[in-house]
């Protein structure tokens, strides 16, 4: 099993961004999908989420800036991420949940004011 988080980078407060999230080794039409963050001495929070039908849920920091979606015949996720703000830096994680739960390595996002 494996996720491979990538996209992330440094980009100015206002822009953009869209992260990737490929899956492989498990059955990822049928998993919930999320990315998460976890900025410097925080707790990992949602961002968002997805099921394998495609609902969405954000977290209410992100909403109306975010978008989360899936290919599932590329057995992948993405986070299209506008307006950024600084307080949106941080480490970003995919995770997959179904039978079982998964986590990629984490791309990290850096806004700067």
């Known amino acids: 099993v494996q996720l491979q988080a990538s996209g992330g980078g440094l980009v100015q407060a206002g822009g953009s961004l869209r992260l990737s999230c490929a899956a492989s080794?498990?059955?990822?039409?049928?998993?919930?999908m999320g990315w998460y963050r976890q900025a410097p001495g925080k707790q990992r929070e949602l961002v968002a989420t997805?099921?394998?039908?495609?609902?969405?849920k954000y977290a209410d920091s992100v909403k109306g800036r975010f978008t989360i979606s899936r290919d599932n015949a590329k057995n992948t996720i993405y986070l299209l991420m506008n307006s950024l703000k600084p307080e949106d830096t941080a480490v970003y994680y995919c995770k997959g949940s179904g039978g079982s739960t998964y986590w990629g390595q984490g791309t990290q996002v850096t806004v700067s004011s």
């Open positions: 080794g498990f059955r990822f039409s049928i998993y919930n």
């Open positions: 997805i099921t394998g039908g495609g609902s969405t």
